[in-house]
């Protein structure tokens, strides 16, 4: 007891204890029991026959070979067509099944050619195959056993029937060819023939038109020569001429080039003069000219500084003094405020004794005034022509601050020292 298995190529048959009909297993298992039950396999392989039938006649009585090549295999898929296969071919081996679909296919095919011509056959293999599939599958299916294909792989013919049906069809063949060859050969010689007519033609016509042209050409270039001499002769007078005037131009203008050439030459010359007096002016005249303006103004400019040394020591010498003299004038007050005090007091003097006093004063005050010109060590005298210089000058400015001194005095004191001495002459 156990199990059994098939593979997907055969079919198993269990027969026996527990089943009233055979059962059919196509590639799997089941379970037996092998004291009550047989199993049996067949084979679902595809099976190749070579359909072999020599020298059958046909219809028409001629004895013709014809090989096929099938394909058959048990069908395991039909239940039905597999229990049909299994009653015909159980127990039996594989080549024995191949034989028996051989002789059966053998046996259609052999009919099959006798229902048939030999051109039908070589002609319509496709129509062969198919009678002989048909006719066999019908018959094979009750076996158990389907065709799967059919097909017709050669014919042979040893009386030769076949060689002469492609004799025949050669000759027909040669012979439509031949007169195809020389229908075409006709047909050629005529489009040639039109063809040549044609030729001839368009060669005359072109020779024509060439005759024609030429004979255009001829004339227009007897015309053309004809204008061109004119031309020609005429150019040729026409370069004389201008060849003559050229040449009158051309002396006209070797003329005016020199006229234009002694011009330049003249100018030349006349630039080179001037360029001459610019350069003894630029080498002599302007250089000697530059010294001349260089020592003026060396001189004035010397001149200048002396005036503006000298100016500039007069106004310091003149700020010296008038500060000096406002310094003495300060003193001065003061010194007159304190006769003023003093005067308060001596109420009892006279203006003679007053004056007396200032008398007495004023030396002091010149000499105070000339004191700064005791210090001084250089004095420049600079003239301008119009006014007094040199000494006198300063004389006169000392004098003027002298004179101015009664003034003062007066303005101080109230005292004319002036009127007093006039009063006592």
Same mark, same amino acid.
Request: neutral net charge; glycine residues 6%; hydrophobic residues 40%.
């Given at each position: 007891?156990?199990?059994?298995?098939?593979?997907?190529?055969?079919?198993?048959?269990?027969?026996?204890?527990?089943?009233?009909?055979?059962?059919?297993?196509?590639?799997?298992?089941?379970?037996?029991?092998?004291?009550f039950q047989k199993v049996q396999k067949?084979?679902?392989?595809?099976?190749?026959?070579?359909?072999?039938?020599?020298?059958?006649?046909?219809?028409?009585?001629?004895?013709?070979?014809?090989?096929?090549?099938?394909?058959?295999?048990?069908?395991?898929?039909?239940?039905?067509?597999?229990?049909?296969?299994?009653?015909?071919?159980?127990?039996?081996?594989?080549?024995?099944?191949?034989?028996?679909?051989?002789?059966?296919?053998?046996?259609?095919?052999?009919?099959?050619?006798?229902?048939?011509?030999?051109?039908?056959?070589?002609?319509?293999?496709?129509?062969?195959?198919?009678?002989?599939?048909?006719?066999?599958?019908?018959?094979?299916?009750?076996?158990?056993?389907?065709?799967?294909?059919?097909?017709?792989?050669?014919?042979?013919?040893?009386?030769?029937?076949?060689?002469?049906?492609?004799?025949?069809?050669?000759?027909?063949?040669?012979?439509?060819?031949?007169?195809?060859?020389?229908?075409?050969?006709?047909?050629?010689?005529?489009?040639?023939?039109?063809?040549?007519?044609?030729?001839?033609?368009?060669?005359?016509?072109?020779?024509?038109?060439?005759?024609? #042209? !030429?004979?255009?050409?001829?004339?227009? $270039? *007897?015309?053309?020569?004809? @204008?061109?001499? &004119? +031309? /020609? %002769?005429?150019?040729?007078?026409?370069?004389?001429?201008?060849?003559?005037?050229?040449?009158?131009?051309?002396?006209?203008?070797?003329?005016?080039?020199?006229?234009?050439?002694?011009?330049?030459?003249?100018?030349?010359?006349?630039?080179?003069?001037?360029?001459?007096?610019?350069?003894?002016?630029?080498?002599?005249?302007?250089?000697?000219?530059?010294?001349?303006?260089?020592?003026?103004?060396?001189?004035?400019?010397?001149?200048?500084?002396?005036?503006?040394?000298?100016?500039?020591?007069?106004?310091?010498?003149?700020?010296?003094?008038? #500060? !000096?003299?406002?310094?003495?004038?300060? $003193? *001065?007050?003061?010194?007159? @405020?304190?006769? &003023? +005090? /003093? %005067?308060?007091a001596w109420r009892d003097y006279q203006?003679?004794?007053?004056?007396?006093?200032?008398?007495?004063?004023?030396?002091?005050?010149?000499?105070?005034?000339?004191?700064?010109?005791?210090?001084?060590?250089?004095?420049?005298?600079?003239?301008?022509?119009?006014?007094?210089?040199?000494?006198?000058?300063?004389?006169?400015?000392?004098?003027?601050?002298?004179?101015?001194?009664?003034?003062a005095m007066e303005q101080l004191t109230?005292?004319?020292?002036?009127?007093?001495?006039?009063?006592?002459?």
């Amino acid at each position: 007891m156990g199990f059994v298995t098939c593979g997907p190529n055969e079919a198993m048959v269990v027969s026996g204890c527990g089943h009233e009909r055979p059962l059919l297993i196509s590639g799997g298992r089941t379970w037996v029991w092998h004291c009550f039950q047989k199993v049996q396999k067949i084979a679902l392989n595809v099976m190749t026959l070579n359909v072999d039938s020599p020298k059958v006649y046909t219809v028409q009585g001629v004895p013709i070979s014809v090989t096929g090549i099938a394909q058959v295999k048990v069908q395991g898929q039909n239940e039905e067509m597999l229990h049909a296969a299994c009653q015909q071919f159980l127990g039996k081996s594989e080549q024995e099944i191949r034989k028996v679909a051989l002789e059966t296919l053998e046996g259609h095919q052999r009919a099959i050619m006798g229902t048939m011509t030999v051109e039908q056959i070589y002609q319509d293999r496709k129509m062969f195959s198919k009678s002989v599939f048909e006719v066999a599958s019908s018959d094979l299916v009750h076996m158990g056993i389907s065709v799967i294909s059919y097909t017709l792989k050669d014919i042979r013919d040893e009386e030769g029937y076949l060689r002469s049906l492609g004799m025949q069809r050669v000759a027909e063949v040669q012979c439509e060819a031949r007169i195809g060859q020389a229908t075409a050969t006709m047909q050629s010689g005529i489009k040639e023939a039109i063809a040549e007519e044609q030729r001839m033609k368009a060669e005359f016509v072109n020779k024509i038109e060439v005759a024609r #042209a !030429e004979r255009d050409f001829s004339l227009k $270039k *007897a015309s053309y020569d004809q @204008e061109v001499n &004119t +031309k /020609k %002769a005429t150019s040729e007078l026409a370069y004389d001429l201008q060849a003559a005037i050229t040449k009158q131009q051309i002396k006209e203008e070797n003329m005016n080039v020199k006229v234009i050439e002694r011009s330049q030459q003249i100018k030349v010359q006349a630039e080179e003069i001037i360029r001459k007096e610019k350069e003894l002016e630029a080498n002599v005249r302007k250089p000697a000219e530059a010294q001349k303006y260089k020592e003026e103004k060396i001189a004035e400019a010397n001149k200048n500084k002396i005036i503006l040394e000298a100016e500039a020591e007069a106004e310091s010498i003149r700020v010296r003094g008038e #500060a !000096e003299a406002f310094a003495i004038e300060a $003193k *001065a007050l003061a010194e007159a @405020e304190q006769m &003023t +005090k /003093k %005067a308060d007091a001596w109420r009892d003097y006279q203006e003679a004794a007053m004056v007396d006093m200032l008398l007495e004063t004023l030396p002091k005050v010149a000499a105070e005034i000339a004191a700064p010109l005791s210090k001084v060590k250089k004095v420049t005298m600079v003239s301008n022509g119009g006014a007094d210089v040199g000494a006198s000058k300063i004389t006169g400015e000392l004098l003027d601050i002298v004179i101015r001194m009664p003034q003062a005095m007066e303005q101080l004191t109230g005292v004319d020292i002036t009127k007093s001495f006039r009063k006592g002459a």
